[in-house]
Structures are given as C-alpha cells and as structure tokens.
C-alpha cells in the first residue's frame, strides 16, 4: 500500500510560480512512475508530468506546460516535486499526485497507463 500526500498549493498572481511536494510511503518499487495531474472546475482531470523513481526519466504532456514547469525527485525522502513558473489563470487546478507501478510513465501522463495510487490533491488558484 503507498500513501501519497501532497502540500504546497495556494493562490498566487498570474506570472508567479509555486513548487508541489508529493511525500509517497509505504513501498514505491524503483521505477514506479510517480506523477501530476489537476483537475480545472468543469473539465476533465489530465496529466501534467510524469518522472520514474530512481531513474528521473521525465516525462511531460503537451498541455502547454512544458518550459514552465519541472518534475523532479528527492529519493531520500520519497517525495516528488512540481515546480511551475510562469503561472496563468489556465492553471488554476486541483493537483493530484499519482504513482503507478506497473503502467509505462509516458502512458500514464498522457491519460492511458492505469494508475495505482492518488493523493488527496491541492489547490493551485492563480489570479490574473
């Protein structure tokens, strides 16, 4: 069982950035593709990027996102971050943390790769 819990959401203006901790316990495989998604009111929740644990292979979807946010790790504390830059009111989300450990990251990211595990998500509101 692995438990996925995310912080560091909030409000901010357009063009500020904030980072996302997603802390994972329980057992994480290496090579788990850990992953973001969000969720904006009305619309369907989509994958944002995608790193597998242990290897930091990243992966990003083609939502506009690429250039202004990174993925990245820590595996001594088995957390993945989401530093987003240059934020826009699109932006505005709920943002999931998932882990999947045995679906192919760049399949998970896009939607199709089956997921095992999601965090409880957090707010990301950004104001123009």
């Known amino acids: 069982q692995v438990q996925l819990e995310e912080s560091g959401g909030g409000s901010v203006q357009a063009g500020g950035s904030l980072r996302l901790a997603c802390a994972a316990s329980?057992?994480?495989?290496?090579?788990?593709?850990m992953a973001w998604f969000r969720q904006a009111p009305g619309k369907e929740r989509e994958g944002v990027a995608g790193?597998?644990?242990?290897?930091?292979?990243?992966?990003y979807a083609t939502t506009g996102v690429q250039g202004r946010f990174t993925i990245s790790e820590d595996n001594a504390k088995n957390t993945i971050y989401l530093q987003m830059n240059k934020l826009t009111p699109e932006d505005t989300a709920i943002y999931y943390c998932?882990?999947?450990?045995?679906?192919?990251?760049?399949?998970?990211?896009?939607?199709?790769?089956?997921?095992?595990?999601w965090g409880q998500g957090t707010q990301v509101t950004v104001s123009s």
């Open positions: 998932a882990a999947a450990v045995s679906s192919s990251c760049p399949l998970v990211v896009v939607g199709v790769g089956s997921v095992d595990y």
């Open positions: 329980g057992n994480t495989p290496r090579d788990t593709c």
């Open positions: 790193i597998y644990t242990g290897r930091g292979s990243t992966y």
